[in-house]
């Protein structure tokens, strides 16, 4: 186990698997560098499921990663947050996720 450790998002992930995007030598270059210099990476469950709406989960380099769970607490949470969304839903004013031009 390495005494260094990252944490990231599904945005860093975004960037590091789009190769043509603005932002991918950026998100690159620091994943080379944490593996480089022995950080462990981690990623949440939560984080994979964001990824899985639009992308999917063999495109994520797992072998590199270690996985946080979503735990009791996280989806008692999420659970209660998705109550509201659905009881709510016509009165929302949801915004569309950007995509590629």
């Known amino acids: 186990m390495s005494e260094k ?6 945005s860093f992930f975004v960037r590091l698997l789009d190769k043509t995007g603005p932002l ?35 495109e994520l380099a797992l072998i ?8 009791m607490k996280h989806g008692t949470r999420a659970g209660q947050i998705a109550k509201l969304v659905f009881e709510h839903k016509n009165k929302l004013q949801l915004s569309q996720r950007k995509t590629k031009k």
């Open 5 to 10: 450790g990252i944490m990231l998002d599904i």
């Open 64 to 71: 590199n990663l270690r996985i946080l769970p979503f735990n």
């Open 24 to 58: 991918h030598a950026n998100a690159l270059g620091y994943f080379k560098y944490f593996l480089e210099n022995d950080y462990e990476i981690f990623i949440s469950t939560i984080a994979v499921a964001e990824y899985c709406v639009k992308g999917k989960l063999e």
